[in-house]
Every structure is written in structure tokens, then in C-alpha cells.
């Protein structure tokens, strides 16, 4: 006798749900005035929702603690929780990969201009020469307000628990990146809904 035919599985991965869609339906299942509106939708959207996760192996659900108001102001602004995974860096220089990442992070730096900074950071760690950087910074952009921005947004990485490097060790492309998006934090912070 021949030894059974096993059959693929129809189903080749795990069913998942994405991180969109649990955010917003978990938003309106904690709003109250979704639940006193539309109570038949609240509990047949909960009870479809409690189906759908439980058999799903989800981390726990983090609690919002924003207001709607400051949510959409922080999305307008490009300002997020970023990970420290976020960002790829290729370097031969290994040593403080990790501290850099998590630097980027807490500055909450879009990913793409976070990548770049971290990857000259690590590639010509040290002080630069402010005559040197003075110069090739934009004219736009004196080298004491690009100081001041950039170390706005080391401060607020710095703040958060995380040693960043000082605003004299950036090359000036980096510096740069970094004033605009200190400028922007500063922005936020200043703006943001209470």
C-alpha cells in the first residue's frame, strides 16, 4: 500500500488583520457616541471584531490616550512614534548602530531622512569644523539657527531617554535635515492642540 498524499494547506499564511483597521475599529467600539447613536452596529461591529481577534495572536491593544484634535495634528505635521527598526543603515562602521537607530527614533525623524543622518553619523563620527559647515549650508540657513534647530531636535531625543549625538558632530547635509525637522518640532510643540 502506497503512503498517503499529504495536501498543501488553502491556506498558506495565517489570517491577519491590519494595524488600520484594528485601530479604527477599536476607536469607534470606544466611542461613546457611536455606541449611543448606533447601539446595533456598536455590538454587531463588537461582536464581529471580538471574532475576528480571537484567534489571531495580537500584542495587547495600546491604549490612545490622544485626543482626536491632537491626533490629526500630529499626522498634518509628519510628526509619529517611529522604532528604531525604522531605519536602514548599511555601514561598515557597526559599532553604535543601535544607539543611532534609537537616536532617530526619539527624535521622531521620518525614516528616509532619519536613514541618511544616522548612516553619515556613523560613517564621520566627531566634530566638524564650523567654518567648514558654515560654508556649505545654505544660504537660507545661517549655521547658528541650524545649531539652534538641530539641537532642538537632539534635546527632544535627549528628553525621551536617549543619548543623541551634539549638533558640532553633524556634517552639514545632516545638519540641515536636522534644523528643518527641529524647526518643525518646535513647531508642533508650540501648535499642538492641548
Known sequence: MADP??????????????????SYERGLLADPKFAEQYPV???????????AIAGLSLPAASVETRTPQQVLHDRMMGISERKPGDYTISSENTTGIEQ?????????????????????????????????ISKALPLSLPYDKAIADATYALQHAANRGVVAPKATELSARSL???????????????????
Open 5 to 22: 498524499i499529504e495536501l498543501p494547506s488553502p491556506i498558506a499564511s495565517p489570517p491577519s488583520i491590519s494595524e488600520g483597521t484594528l
Open 41 to 51: 452596529q456598536h455590538a454587531a461591529l463588537k461582536r464581529s471584531f471580538e471574532g
Open 100 to 132: 543611532t537607530r534609537s537616536a532617530m527614533a526619539a527624535m521622531q525623524l521620518d525614516p528616509r531622512a532619519g536613514s541618511v543622518i544616522a548612516r553619515e553619523i556613523l560613517a564621520n563620527p566627531g566634530p566638524k569644523d564650523p567654518a567648514t
Open 176 to 194: 540641515a535635515l536636522l534644523a528643518i525637522h527641529g524647526a518643525r518640532l518646535r513647531q508642533h510643540s508650540q501648535t499642538r492642540p492641548k
